[in-house]
C-alpha cells in the first residue's frame, strides 16, 4: 500500500488534521499515524515553524566576524549560506526517516509565503526522491468542513513555489541590508565621537527601523508641539413648553468669522466673551430637529493587531505577555491560530456557534448571559466565504473545545487574554446596541447654537462589556417632544476655555496596530493598495518580537504612558535617509515579491536589484555628530522623548563601496575608502 506523508507546520495543526483525516489515529513520537480516506496509510509530520535560516556573516568569510570597518560592514552574499536551527535536533530525525520513505508527500504548512518556505526548505534539506509527487495542502482554517474541502481540492506543490522563492527571497534581503546597515551606522558613529557602550552595536532592520521612526516621529512631534488656547460659549435656553428643564447648546461660529481658525476653533477670546455678554435676556427658536434610532455593531473579532491593542488597553499588558498568552491558549486549543491579519471567519463556522458559546460559558461564567442573544444573522458582515478572506487564517475566535478542568493550571494572563478573545466573538452574535440621537439647532439672535444627546434603548451586544453603560436611559421631556419653532430664550451664557492636546505616546497596542495600518501613511495608490493587501508592516508572527528587540536593544523605553524614543534610537533615525525608514521603503519590497509570487520577475532580477537598495542606502547614511539627543541611555530618560525637529541635513558624496558583480562564494566585497 502507498505511504502518504503530511508535512504540517505546528503539532495543534497536526492534531486537528489527524483527527479529521486520520481514521483509527494513534500518536508515535512526533508523528501521528493512522489510515486515510483513501484507505493508504498516512503519516502525519510537524516542524515548529522554520527549522532552518540564514549562516551568520562569519559563516562565509572569518573577516565578517572579526571588528567592524569600512572593509566589512557591506554583506551581500551571492549563494546564501543555511543553517540548520537549534530545535531541529529533536524533530528532523523523525521527518527526514518519514520523507525518505514517503510514496507521495503532502505539503500542509500554513497557506502563505513563510508556510511554503517551511515545507519547501525541509524538503529540499532531506532531499526527498524527485520522482515523489508532492501536493499542497492550501487550507485556510481548521474547521473540519474546511479540512475535508481543502483535502478534496489539492494541488501539485510546484504550483506554490514562487510562495516560498518570495519567503526566501525576503530573507536574504532583510538579513544582507540589516547587517550592512547596522555596520555601517555603528562604523559611522564611533568614527564620528559618539560614545558607545562597550560592544554596543546600533540594529537596523527594513520594517524594524520604520517601527522605531514612529517612535521617534510621535516624540518629535510632542516635543514641538505648541498648544492652542480655543474657546467655546455655552448657553442655557428656557423653554416656555419646558419649564423645569434647561436645554444646554454651544456656539457654532462660521468659518469666515475673524478669531475662527481652519478647524472652525475661536481663538480670540474677545470675541467669546461679547457673545456671552450680549446672550442673556435674548430670545430665540428652534430651527431644527433630528431624531434618529441608531443601531451600532461592535468591532469585529480580534486579529493580532487589534487584540494586542485592546489587551493594553484594558489590561495595562505588554505586546510580548499578550503574545505569550495568545501562544499558551493556542497551544491549549482553546482559540484559534493568533497570528492573523484577518478579522472575519468563514461561514462554515456558523453551525459550531453554539458548540464554542458553551465551551466559552464553562470557562467565562459571566458570559452566560449572552447565551440567550447569539443569533449568526447578527454577524453578517463577519461570515463570509473562505475565498473572500484574503489573509492565511481567519480572526482569532475561542474554539469549541471542553476543559473538564476549568481554567484550572491557567496563567492570570491566559484567562484574561481569553476573555477580550471570547468576548469579542460572543457581542457580533448579539444584537446591535440600540439608541436614540437627537440633534437640535436654536437660533438666538441670529447666533446658532447646537446640542445633541443620545440615550440608550436597549444595550444589545454591551450587556457583556462590564465598563459599558448597560441600563436604557429614559429620554427627557424635553428632549423627547421638543420641536422645530418651538420659542427659547437665553437664561445664562459663558465662556468655556479650552485646549489642543499633543497626540499620545504610542503603546506596545498601538505601535502595532500603525504597523498593520500602515498603509493611513501613504498617498501612492499602489503603495497604499500593496501595504493593505500585505497587512501593514511585519506580520502577526513578527510584530510582537520587533517591539521587544528595540525595546531590548535600548532604541526604545517603555514608561507609564507608552513608548518613547532612546539617544540611540534618535540616532539611528537621523543618520539613515528618509526613504530607508519609511512604510513606502517596505511596500516597494512587497511589489516587487509580489511579482516573484506572480512568475512576473526572476529571482536573479530581485537579488540584483536588492543589492543596488543596500548600497544605495548605505552611500546616503550619514551619521551626525554627538549631542545631547543622541546621550546614550544609561538612565531612563523624561517620558517626553525630547528630540530635534528636523535631522541633519545630508550633503552628497561619492559612493564608498563596491559589490562585485559577478557570483562567487564566498562573495568578493571590495570598500573604495
Known amino acids: 500500500m502507498a505511504l502518504t506523508v503530511i508535512l504540517a507546520e505546528k503539532c495543534i495543526q497536526a492534531e486537528t488534521l489527524a483527527a479529521v483525516i486520520l481514521r483509527g489515529r494513534k500518536r508515535c513520537g512526533n508523528h501521528f499515524e493512522g489510515i486515510l480516506p483513501d484507505g493508504n496509510p498516512g503519516v502525519i509530520l510537524w516542524a515548529e515553524g522554520h527549522l532552518y535560516d540564514l549562516a551568520e556573516p562569519e559563516a562565509y568569510d572569518p573577516k565578517y566576524g572579526g571588528k567592524w570597518d569600512d572593509h566589512n560592514v557591506l554583506f551581500v552574499p551571492h549563494e546564501p549560506i543555511v543553517r540548520q536551527l537549534d530545535k531541529a535536533k529533536g524533530l528532523m530525525p523523525d521527518i527526514r526517516q518519514w520523507l525518505k520513505r514517503a510514496d507521495r508527500i503532502v505539503h500542509a504548512c500554513d497557506p502563505d509565503r513563510e508556510g511554503q518556505l517551511i515545507g519547501d526548505e525541509i524538503m529540499e534539506q532531506v532531499g526527498i526522491d524527485p520522482k515523489v509527487p508532492v501536493s499542497r495542502l492550501w487550507c485556510r482554517s481548521l474547521e473540519p468542513g474546511d479540512i475535508v474541502a481543502s483535502w478534496n481540492a489539492q494541488q501539485a506543490n510546484a504550483n506554490y513555489e514562487t510562495w516560498g522563492e518570495a519567503a526566501k527571497l525576503r530573507r536574504e534581503d532583510d538579513q544582507f541590508s540589516g547587517i550592512s546597515w547596522s555596520r555601517c551606522v555603528t562604523v559611522g558613529a564611533r568614527k564620528r565621537g559618539h560614545k558607545l557602550q562597550p560592544g554596543r552595536a546600533l540594529p537596523l532592520g527594513r520594517v524594524q527601523t520604520t517601527a522605531l521612526n514612529f517612535i521617534v516621529e510621535r516624540d518629535r512631534e510632542r516635543a514641538n508641539f505648541v498648544p492652542t488656547k480655543h474657546y467655546r460659549v455655552g448657553v442655557e435656553l428656557q423653554l416656555p413648553a419646558f419649564p423645569n428643564e434647561r436645554l ?276 501612492n495608490p499602489a503603495e497604499k493598495a500593496i501595504l493593505r493587501k500585505t497587512e501593514g508592516i511585519g506580520t502577526g508572527r513578527t510584530r510582537v518580537e520587533i517591539v521587544e528587540k528595540l525595546l531590548s536593544y535600548d532604541l526604545m523605553r517603555r514608561t507609564d504612558k507608552g513608548l518613547t524614543s532612546t539617544g540611540y534610537g534618535r540616532l539611528i533615525i537621523d543618520s539613515i535617509p528618509a526613504q530607508a525608514r519609511r512604510p513606502q521603503f517596505t511596500a516597494k519590497v512587497e511589489i516587487e515579491l509580489q511579482k516573484i509570487i506572480d512568475r512576473l520577475e526572476q529571482p536573479d532580477t530581485y537579488r540584483r536589484e536588492t543589492r543596488e537598495r543596500i548600497v544605495s542606502v548605505l552611500d546616503q547614511i550619514s551619521v551626525p555628530g554627538p549631542g545631547s539627543d543622541y546621550a546614550p541611555p544609561e538612565k531612563a530618560e523624561d517620558e517626553g522623548g525630547g528630540g530635534h525637529a528636523r535631522a541633519p541635513q545630508r550633503r552628497p558624496r561619492k559612493s564608498r563601496f563596491v559589490v562585485d558583480t559577478k557570483p562567487t562564494n564566498p562573495p568578493i566585497v571590495r570598500s573604495t575608502t
Not at 306 to 323: G, H, V, Y
Not at 403 to 431: C, H, I, K, S
Not at 442 to 449: K, L, M
Not at 481 to 504: F, G, I, R, S, Y
Request: with cysteine.
Open 248 to 523: 444646554i447648546c454651544f456656539w457654532l461660529p462660521s468659518t469666515d468669522l475673524p478669531g475662527v481658525d481652519e478647524n472652525g476653533r475661536l481663538t480670540d477670546r474677545s470675541v467669546a466673551e461679547q457673545l456671552a455678554k450680549r446672550v442673556p435676556g435674548l430670545l430665540g427658536y428652534v430651527k431644527s430637529v433630528a431624531r434618529q434610532d441608531k443601531y451600532e455593531r461592535p468591532a469585529k473579532p480580534h486579529n493580532t493587531a487589534s487584540i494586542q491593542a485592546a489587551c493594553w488597553r484594558e489590561r495595562k499588558m505588554t505586546a510580548q505577555r499578550t503574545s505569550k498568552a495568545l501562544q499558551s491558549l493556542y497551544q491549549r486549543g482553546a482559540i484559534t491560530y493568533p497570528g492573523t491579519p484577518s478579522r472575519q471567519l468563514p461561514s462554515s463556522i456558523e453551525p459550531s456557534i453554539m458548540d464554542i458559546a458553551s465551551a466559552v460559558s464553562t470557562l467565562v461564567p459571566e458570559l452566560r448571559l449572552a447565551m440567550p442573544h447569539l443569533e449568526a444573522k447578527n454577524a453578517t458582515e463577519v461570515f463570509v466565504a473562505e475565498t473572500e478572506i484574503e489573509a492565511s487564517h481567519h480572526a482569532i475566535i475561542p474554539t469549541k473545545r471542553q476543559f473538564p478542568n476549568g481554567v484550572n493550571g491557567w496563567t492570570m494572563d491566559e484567562m484574561a487574554v481569553y476573555g477580550v478573545v471570547a468576548r469579542q466573538f460572543l457581542a457580533n452574535l448579539m444584537p446591535s446596541k440600540h439608541s436614540k440621537h437627537v440633534g437640535i439647532e436654536t437660533s438666538v439672535a441670529g447666533y446658532r447654537f447646537t446640542a445633541s444627546q443620545s440615550f440608550l434603548i436597549a444595550p444589545g451586544w454591551q450587556i457583556i462589556f462590564p465598563e459599558k453603560e448597560t441600563r436604557p436611559q429614559p429620554t427627557s421631556n424635553l428632549w423627547a417632544h421638543v420641536k422645530t419653532d418651538d420659542n427659547v430664550q437665553c437664561v445664562e451664557a459663558a465662556v468655556v476655555d479650552q485646549m489642543t492636546k499633543a497626540p499620545a505616546l504610542y503603546t506596545d497596542g498601538t505601535l502595532i496596530e500603525a504597523m498593520a495600518a500602515a498603509d493611513k501613511f501613504t498617498d
